[in-house]
C-alpha cells in the first residue's frame, strides 16, 4: 500500500494511527517529495478526477482567491502540482483500490478493506 499524507498533519497522524497498515506501506510525505506528474497521473488514473483529488480547504485555496474562480480540470491538475498542500490528504493506494482524504466514511471504508 502507498500512503501519501503530510507528516505535520494532526489528522494524517490520527488516520494512520487508527487503521492497520500493512507493513510493506510505503508512506510518503509530500511537503519532503511533492507529487510528481506520474504519481498524479496514477492518482487521476483511479479518480478520473483531479477536482476528487483536491483539498479546496488549503489555506493557499481562499488566498489565492480559487474559490470564486472556474477552475477546469487542467487547472485542478496544474495547482496539484504546483503545491503540496493542494492535494486531499491522507491518499491510500492498493492496485486498484483508492481512499482518498479524511471523511469519516472514507475511513470507515478504508478501515473495512484494510481488515477483510
Known amino acids: 500500500m502507498k500512503v501519501y499524507h ?10 494512520l494511527a487508527e487503521v492497520n497498515l ?5 508512506l510518503i510525505d509530500i511537503k519532503e517529495n511533492p ?13 478520473n478526477s483531479y477536482e476528487a ?12 482567491e480559487l474559490h470564486i474562480k472556474q477552475l477546469s480540470e487542467a487547472d485542478f491538475k ?6 503540496y498542500t493542494f492535494l486531499k490528504r491522507p491518499v491510500f493506494i492498493e492496485g486498484e483500490h483508492i481512499f482518498v482524504g479524511n471523511a ?6 478504508l478501515k473495512a478493506y484494510l481488515n477483510d
Open 104 to 109: 469519516k466514511s472514507t475511513v470507515q471504508n
Open 6 to 15: 503530510l507528516s505535520t498533519c494532526s489528522t494524517c497522524k490520527r488516520i
Open 78 to 83: 496544474n495547482l496539484l502540482l504546483e503545491h
Open 53 to 64: 483529488l483536491f483539498n479546496k480547504r488549503a489555506q493557499l485555496y481562499r488566498k489565492k
Open 35 to 47: 507529487l510528481t506528474e506520474n504519481q498524479l497521473e496514477e492518482l487521476h488514473q483511479l479518480t
Open 22 to 26: 500493512p507493513e510493506e506501506s510505503t
